[in-house]
């Protein structure tokens, strides 16, 4: 496996990879843009970084973040300037420690262009995710009341 530096010609893999890792909001759609929007729309703005992981030549995981105002969050919102993760493996690769090398690799990017964590939500009944998480270093800041749980990782 490969892991190189994303940008605008991979917009469209990241937003594929979203509803790998958003599928659970695709299907309950609520007020606003969904994570495809929030996510990916004018992809390359200040602040944005993304890692793709390749295999055979193909893609099959992505991992990025993106700085969110206050006035308009993502769905792991800490502060302004703490930049939020997306990260998504294809199911067929899931498992192997993909998930984990692009984790890090992104800490590795952000710590590197001087932030100092990074945020990420999780749905709350995701005991898997939520475990993976923490064992990336990511805690707990905040539980919505409602079906998701906000983490963050201090690099």
Known sequence: MVIRRGGRQDVRFLRDMLHHAYYWREREPGEGPGPVALYVKGWGRPGDTALIAIEDGFPVGAAWYRLFRRDQPGYGFVD??????????????????????????????????????????????NDALVSFYEKQSFARVHEDGGDSVTLRRDL
């Open 80 to 125: 302004e300037e703490t930049p939020e993760l997306a990260i998504a493996v294809v199911p067929s690769r899931r498992g192997r420690g993909l998930g984990d090398a692009l984790v890090n690799a992104l800490c590795e990017r952000a710590r590197a262009e001087g932030h100092r964590a990074l945020s990420l939500s999780v749905e709350r009944d």
